[in-house]
């Protein structure tokens, strides 16, 4: 199945939107009430859900329980992804305990920070371990996935040791390149980056590609 | 001056990654290494820095000195950019750690929680201050841009009173989409997004696009 990375992140935008909402599995929901959730159109909604083989039907759109399954299909792993934390300073808090409880295909498998006086720490319910037990750890819940939350010093030497374990997907907060083996992927989120942008297209710079 | 959103996002990480090397005024950078720092190739470097009007030397590549400033002249507004944040919990206190200190072209004048409990309290410097406050900091600092970190419930409510007080970009981190009116510019930072790709992807699912 060919679903770009662009497709994916709406897919899961859209799930999420439908999951937020309280719908009987009989409801259905219109292309265009998508597309207004996300500020995109309609057509490209259509596209979405036809890479993943859903079509709707032509008076009442898509059937809300089914579609959420065909996302589910293409973005869950049926085994659960099993996610490492690396840094528990503000940000890996704030992602921890955004991850607490939600039931999802995802899940923090353990949480390492690099300062000593913070392991054994517990951080919403998830207790912080010290970066000596990070190969081992990963070794044994077979973690596929880390999220990198350190200060750019020193994160790819982190990076370096995540992927020597068997991580093979990282999420950078780090504000720093990594350089990774081209089997691993890496998405960035950058929150400097985020603000030069808004700062600059308020501004009236040409916006022409979303 | 044309430069997409992408291509905006592209010219910051370039700024970022040369700041953090140390190099003087005469030096020179090719794209080919700029490319590598940022997994993409030489043309794509090439086009984003011709959108800003900068060449390269044919040998030596392109100069950093001039490169970085004319970078900043598209990013950067020359009164500088006044930012508001909203929820001062563990995001909210990892992006003002992030901006603390930071020699940049965009500045924190208030940061503002709901929870009474918060107000006066000061987190990496900044004073927290109460909701109903925000109003009369937005306009009397001419505040442009907001960083909404709250919860989801209540993100719309809080938007709608950012934009009604005269902030015309929101960087939002609430797992919530927000109804903007078409002037207000709204970056969405999405960590679960960000996540479900990352999970979605190592599993061999078609990357077709960046």
Redesign the interface.
């Given at each position: 199945?060919?679903?770009?990375?662009?497709?994916?992140?709406r897919l899961?935008?859209y799930r999420?939107?439908l999951s937020?909402r309280t719908f009987s599995e009989e409801d259905y929901v219109y292309s265009h009430e998508l597309a207004?959730?996300?500020?995109g159109t309609a057509a490209q909604v259509r596209r979405d859900l036809m890479a993943i083989g859903v079509t709707g039907h032509s008076k009442r759109g898509y059937r809300i329980g089914p579609l959420v399954e065909e996302i589910g299909t293409?973005?869950?792993?049926p085994e659960g992804?099993r996610?490492v934390l690396v840094g528990a300073?503000?940000?890996g808090?704030?992602?921890l305990?955004?991850m607490k409880g939600r039931s999802s295909?995802?899940t923090i498998v353990g949480a390492f920070d690099s300062d000593p006086a913070k392991a054994g720490r517990v951080v919403h319910g998830y207790r912080c371990r010290s970066m000596d037990e990070i190969e081992g750890v990963i070794a044994a819940e077979r973690a596929?996935?880390a999220?990198l939350a350190t200060p750019?010093d020193g994160a790819q030497e982190v990076c370096d040791r995540l992927v020597e374990a068997g991580v093979?997907?990282?999420?950078n907060f780090a504000?720093?390149?990594l350089?990774v083996p081209e089997a691993v992927?890496?998405?960035r989120?950058?929150?400097?980056?985020?603000?030069?942008?808004?700062?600059?297209?308020?501004?009236g710079?040409?916006?022409?590609?979303?």
């Open positions: 199945m060919a679903a770009s990375g662009k497709t994916i992140e899961s935008v999420r939107l937020m207004r959730m996300v500020s293409l973005l869950d792993d992804t996610i300073g503000d940000l808090r704030a992602v305990g955004f295909a995802l596929q996935v999220i750019a093979r997907g990282i999420v504000p720093a390149p350089i992927w890496v998405e989120v950058d929150i400097a980056t985020a603000l030069e942008k808004v700062a600059c297209l308020i501004r710079v040409d916006e022409t590609t979303m």
